[in-house]
């Protein structure tokens, strides 16, 4: 088991390095850099100006050693301008060069500097995250006992009719995108047009103060898109499990119904659901990004969307490696939570 | 002149999709009378989820027939703004109306004065073409790269499936927005990515009639030269632009696809395509231990005829379900990124570009944005019930 989790480990490592690698070498490409210096100096630079304004801020040089000097294993460049002025990577503003580190990159735990947020990415990305946190911990909360309700109710008598309305129900939210959902929800619950106003149409004061009139909509849209598809996941295992030689054992033997699925069934039931639920984190990041935008809670799904729209490339490439991350880890879990919930299966 | 009741309106958009449902009809009717005949496709209409399915996506399919290639059923020009009709709640009637227009705004105006029944309509033929064609495309990649790493193994399955795993492992959204925007177009990265990935379509026909006929040579040669000729052509015409960086085929460059277009349809290939080679790998390597896979071997077929005429036509079944889940999904993917105003033309009446647009004014205005949020759930649903319907029927035999 320990061979594994490193072996998995050290796969993941590789796999962050190449995505990093990949998102910088696309942010870099010259005609973004040239977006880049155009918004952050003025629209109206001639591109000797622009060249000026890139190579003194150390963005002109060759490739690799951009990336390493973000990954903090070359040093950080040091370029005297043609203005004069000393920059480089680890000089941060009111800095003195002397008192500047040599390296500075990912290792040494320096994510950079956003240009759009001008603020230090390490400390930013936190906040967004914790409040990203906060959404989807409702949102599971919500979406994972939902599903798998319905997916138990539909499984345990299949081809009844509560069986077909709630996989119909199930293959329904499936459907429904979160732009969707979203927009509906708002139209329906927030607009003055249909006049029910149970809800906010927008989440912005629930990053402060969260409540159930404005953080709902949100977390509803979320839940339902991912819902159905753990729903039917259950629904599956559900009625092969029902199909069992030890079910009907049981049932032989007298045990109630509700006995029979509470005790008997539920347990091997509920093994696939478990790693759905799990691989539908990457699934479920797409939708925070949607529904972050849309109801304007600026969370970690916001900033990807501001840092991609400006070219930030540190922050982007913080985003990324983040979210990157988060879904291989939820790959290994998934992986690891098999192996322990169903003994016939091994890693080695 | 009176505004219009909701009866009315309702009444007079069933009265202008009229050749939607007697295209529907006649479809069914035939389909319904010879379905004993009709393989798998005849089967769909014994099971009624299936059907409904069916019946949902062909109503968009002659929707974008109808209104995109012989513009029938809009009652306005998509793009054409119309001053005094900002926002109007559906069923205004037409200001300045003159002979020949249509009197009402069926659906109301959007924000930039636009008709909003005519923009849903005109955007259902945009859909129904590029979210199969990419979608087939995708299969093509993911067929063409599966087979054999399921079928070989070792080495080459390592590296595929790494790098499959590598694409799954983005976040959908920040791919689009590296990738979709007018600086990358400008470096013409989405073109190589063009022609590498296009060129798989070529390579899988070449194989497949190779393969099939290299005992006949002359059969072999004259079909070869007649499909991958044309496929070369179109391959050739797809990839070219001219004002571009890949301009060396200007001379024969068939037809032209607009820029944002071509970047859209990449990304989303790009995208869909790890996931197809997943699933047919994982077919591949379920079906290679059957005893008719040993048979051909014993044979001495070689192993791309094994992969292409033993094993992809035992894996169809589940490649036709998912091939339906996956054009709802690229729906979606589409609609995502004309939701973040990414890749196609803004103006264009693109579903997703038109809730972006109407989500602004959403609490004052929802009617802009609701018809195309609908449109786009009813088509993905239809799709996501047709997939039910065939992965029933084809599980029955």
């Not at chain 2, 306005?76 to 037409?94: A, I």
């Not at chain 2, 979709?180 to 177009?185: D, F, L, N």
């Not at chain 2, 400008?186 to 899988?204: K, N």
Request: net charge neutral; with cysteine.
């Amino acid at each position: 088991m320990g061979q594994f989790i490193l072996r998995r480990v050290g796969l993941m490592l590789i796999t962050s390095i190449c995505l990093t690698f990949v998102v910088f070498f696309l942010t870099n490409l010259f005609p973004n850099l040239e977006k880049l210096a155009k918004t952050q100096g003025n629209f109206r630079m001639s591109e000797a100006e622009v060249t000026s304004f890139l190579e003194d801020r150390g963005y002109l040089q060759p490739l690799p050693i951009k990336y390493a000097q973000w990954l903090g294993v070359l040093p950080g460049y040091v370029i005297e301008g043609k203005d004069g002025t000393v920059r480089g990577k680890c000089i941060k503003p009111g800095m003195l060069q002397e008192d500047a580190a040599r390296f500075c990159g990912v290792l040494q735990g320096d994510w950079g500097y956003s240009t759009v947020f001008k603020d230090d990415i390490g400390k930013l990305v936190l906040i967004r995250l914790s409040l990203t946190g906060k959404l989807m911990f409702w949102v599971m909360l919500l979406m994972i006992p939902s599903a798998l309700i319905i997916g138990i109710l539909a499984g345990m008598r299949e081809g009844s009719s509560t069986d077909r309305t709630l996989s119909t129900i199930s293959i329904a939210t499936t459907a429904t995108p979160e732009y969707v959902s979203g927009v509906i929800f708002i139209a329906v619950f927030s607009s003055t047009a249909f006049g029910l106003k149970w809800f906010k149409g927008t989440a912005a004061k629930a990053m402060e103060d969260a409540n159930f009139e404005n953080f709902f909509l949100p977390v509803l849209t979320i839940a339902l898109y991912g819902m159905g598809y753990i729903a039917r996941m259950t629904r599956a295992s559900m009625a092969e499990v029902m199909t069992a030689q030890y079910i009907r054992t049981a049932r032989l033997k007298g045990v109630s119904f509700t006995n029979i699925v509470m005790k008997h069934a539920l347990r091997n039931a509920l093994i696939a659901p478990f790693t759905v639920i799990m691989l539908q984190f990457p699934w479920l990041l797409n939708g925070v990004v949607i529904v972050e935008t849309l109801f304007n809670y600026k969370g970690f799904g916001w900033v990807l969307v501001q840092a991609a729209g400006n070219n930030d490339i540190e922050l982007l490439l913080a985003v990324s490696a983040v979210s990157v991350v988060v879904v291989l880890l939820t790959q290994l879990i998934s992986d690891i939570g098999y192996v322990y919930l169903n003994p016939r299966i091994s890693v080695t | 002149m009176e505004a219009l009741t909701w009866a009315e309106i309702l009444s007079r958009m069933f009265y202008q999709l009229t050749p939607v449902w007697i295209g529907m009809i006649a479809l069914f009717s035939i389909s319904i009378y010879y379905k004993r005949n009709l393989g798998l496709y005849g089967k769909l209409f014994d099971s009624k989820i299936g059907m409904i399915g069916f019946a949902i996506v062909m109503f968009w399919v002659f929707v974008g027939f109808f209104a995109g290639a012989l513009d029938m059923i809009s009652t306005h020009d998509p793009l054409s703004q119309v001053s005094g009709m900002k926002n109007k709640v559906p069923g205004t009637p037409f200001r300045g109306a003159e002979e020949g227009d249509y009197a009402f705004y069926l659906l109301g105006g959007d924000h930039l004065a636009r008709d909003v029944f005519s923009r849903v309509m005109d955007g259902a033929s945009i859909i129904i073409v590029i979210a199969p064609l990419a979608t087939l495309f995708a299969f093509m990649v993911g067929i063409t790269l599966g087979l054999p790493a399921g079928y070989f193994g070792g080495k080459l399955d390592t590296l595929l499936s790494f790098i499959a795993n590598l694409i799954l492992a983005f976040p959908v959204i920040l791919l689009f927005y590296l990738l979709v925007t007018p600086e990358i177009r400008m470096t013409g990265l989405p073109q190589y990515m063009a022609i590498f990935l296009f060129s798989f379509p070529i390579l899988f026909f070449a194989v497949l009639i190779n393969t099939r006929y290299y005992i006949e040579p002359q059969k072999r040669n004259i079909l070869m030269f007649i499909v991958v000729g044309l496929l070369s052509y179109l391959y050739l015409s797809l990839i070219n632009e001219p004002g571009t960086k890949v301009t060396v085929f200007n001379a024969i460059d068939g037809f032209d696809v607009p820029g944002g277009l071509l970047t859209v349809f990449v990304s989303v290939v790009f995208v869909n395509s790890p996931t197809v080679f997943r699933i047919v790998r994982g077919l591949t390597l379920d079906i290679k231990t059957r005893d008719y896979v040993s048979a051909a071997q014993t044979r001495g077929e070689g192993a791309w005829y094994i992969m292409l005429w033993e094993i992809l036509p035992n894996a169809r079944g589940p490649l036709i379900v998912d091939f339906c889940l996956r054009i709802g999904y690229t729906t979606i993917l589409l609609g995502t990124l004309g939701f973040f105003g990414l890749g196609l033309d803004p103006e264009s009446p693109n579903w997703g570009a038109t809730i972006n647009e109407g989500r602004k004014l959403l609490s004052i205005y929802p009617h802009p944005a609701l018809p195309p949020a609908f449109a786009l759930l009813s088509l993905v649903l239809g799709l996501n019930l047709l997939a039910d319907g065939l992965r029933e029927e084809s599980l029955k035999d």
